[in-house]
């Protein structure tokens, strides 16, 4: 069965504070890919990887950046937070191959101050 | 245009109505179709995975026209537990990245 966790379910934090968000998968996937979720907008890609070392930016990366340093490990920052950024942050991984099933972690629920 | 378009509903059906969603998607050059379910504040997770020929799972059944460039889900005999958001998804072409596009999502509510 796959399993990808994050860090925590629930988080607040205050205006221009530094964000850091973790992802793990331990299912030896090769990609992974942070989203965020907002109602009226669905889904929309923020970064993904599809290596160790490498990233490529998705449809909305502005004001955030990423890391992944370890194959299970993927990492979301938000290098100074502002409340257009308070949403729903789902990580995901898929084996291989860009088109392939992702699968989610539970999602951590993000409020900006 | 939305490059997968699903009608958001709500969709509110009695236990053992037969409900369909329809997506409809803009690039003809997409491969890979799915169907996830979200549940209310939880993760999307895969519910099928949709084929060319159609495929059944229970009683899910997915088709796919590609001429039309739209998939549907049908759900038979719905079940309480049925209810959630339902979510059409379609990968990009691969010189695009080959990424996966996700609709905003049907929701579906089946009452007693």
């Known amino acids: 069965d796959v399993k990808v966790t994050q860090s925590s379910r629930y988080l607040v934090k205050r205006t221009g504070e530094k964000v850091f968000l973790e992802c793990v998968q331990d299912?030896?996937?090769?990609?992974m890919f942070w989203y965020r979720q907002d109602p009226g907008l669905g889904l929309r890609l923020i970064y993904f990887s599809y290596d160790v070392k490498m990233k490529e930016k998705g449809d909305i990366p502005e004001g955030y950046s990423v890391s992944r340093e370890k194959k299970e490990r993927f990492s979301l920052i938000l290098e100074s937070a502002s409340t257009n950024q308070t949403s729903m942050y789902l990580c995901?991984?898929?084996?291989?191959?860009?088109?392939?099933?992702?699968?989610f972690g539970p999602g951590t629920r993000l409020l900006v101050l | 245009r939305k490059e997968v378009e699903q009608d958001p509903g709500p969709f509110n059906v009695p236990e053992g109505a037969t409900v369909a969603f329809n997506c409809t998607y803009s690039?003809?050059?997409?491969?890979?179709f799915f169907w996830y379910r979200q549940d209310c504040r939880k993760e999307p997770k895969l519910l099928m995975s949709?084929?060319?020929s159609g495929n059944e799972d229970g009683r899910f059944t997915a088709q796919l026209n590609r001429a039309s460039q739209y998939i549907s889900l049908l759900i038979r005999d719905s079940k309480l537990s049925d209810s959630a958001t339902y979510l059409c998804v379609v990968n990009k072409r691969f010189d695009q990245g080959g990424k996966l596009i996700f609709g905003q999502g049907t929701e579906l509510s089946v009452k007693p």
């Open positions: 690039n003809s050059a997409s491969q890979s």
């Open positions: 995901a991984s898929s084996l291989s191959g860009m088109g392939e099933t992702q699968y």
């Open positions: 949709v084929y060319s």
């Open positions: 299912m030896d996937h090769e990609n």
